[in-house]
């Protein structure tokens, strides 16, 4: 798979950003794919946080990611398995002054050789676009959470 970057800058700061992006209780009820997600770890969100998360698309799909590297309120990265080989999906936040915050999120291929690599090359073709999707969405998602709503009277005047 080739790897995939979606970007969106935020009007949040960085600390609601990363306390939505970490929130699994309320992930299936704030992200419109997800329908459901199942915490299979207690605790803080942190590095070996685990949990099963059901998505709808072109196709359902149950992912189980984990959690690998986790440095708050900035950065955290998960990696799951899937049919095509193993994936590594990463958040990176950075503040843009005091109220904005840019979010990054990049997936790429977890490793793997010979057979596997040759499916996961003819699977990249057609799941490639579909993946940018859900990105695509999931920041759409995140920023009708945590942006703030525009005020009606002054709606007309905005750019």
Same mark, same amino acid.
């Given at each position: 798979?080739?790897? !995939?970057?979606?970007?969106?800058?935020?009007?949040?700061? !960085?600390? %609601?950003?990363?306390?939505?992006?970490?929130?699994?209780?309320?992930?299936?009820?704030? %992200? #419109?794919? /997800?329908?459901?997600?199942?915490?299979?770890?207690?605790?803080?969100?942190?590095?070996?946080?685990?949990? %099963?998360?059901?998505?709808?698309?072109?196709?359902?799909?149950? !992912?189980?990611?984990?959690?690998?590297?986790?440095?708050?309120?900035?950065?955290?990265?998960?990696?799951?398995?899937?049919?095509?080989?193993?994936?590594?999906?990463?958040?990176?936040?950075?503040?843009?002054?005091?109220?904005?915050?840019? /979010?990054?999120?990049?997936?790429?291929?977890?490793?793997? #050789?010979?057979? /596997?690599? #040759?499916?996961?090359?003819?699977? #990249?073709?057609?799941?490639?676009?579909?993946?940018?999707?859900?990105?695509?969405?999931?920041?759409?998602?995140?920023?009708?959470? /945590?942006?703030?709503?525009?005020?009606?009277?002054?709606?007309?005047?905005?750019?």
């Amino acid at each position: 798979m080739q790897p !995939i970057l979606e970007q969106r800058t935020l009007n949040a700061p !960085i600390q %609601r950003v990363w306390d939505v992006v970490t929130d699994l209780d309320d992930a299936a009820g704030q %992200r #419109s794919t /997800v329908t459901d997600v199942e915490r299979l770890t207690e605790g803080e969100f942190g590095v070996g946080t685990r949990w %099963r998360e059901t998505r709808q698309g072109p196709m359902d799909i149950t !992912i189980e990611p984990e959690v690998t590297d986790c440095d708050p309120p900035e950065t955290f990265s998960v990696r799951f398995d899937t049919a095509a080989g193993p994936l590594n999906l990463t958040y990176r936040l950075e503040p843009r002054g005091e109220r904005s915050t840019h /979010v990054t999120m990049s997936m790429n291929s977890g490793e793997s #050789s010979g057979v /596997v690599d #040759s499916v996961r090359r003819a699977a #990249s073709v057609v799941g490639t676009p579909a993946v940018a999707k859900l990105m695509r969405q999931d920041l759409e998602d995140l920023a009708a959470i /945590v942006e703030p709503p525009l005020n009606p009277d002054t709606a007309d005047d905005a750019p």
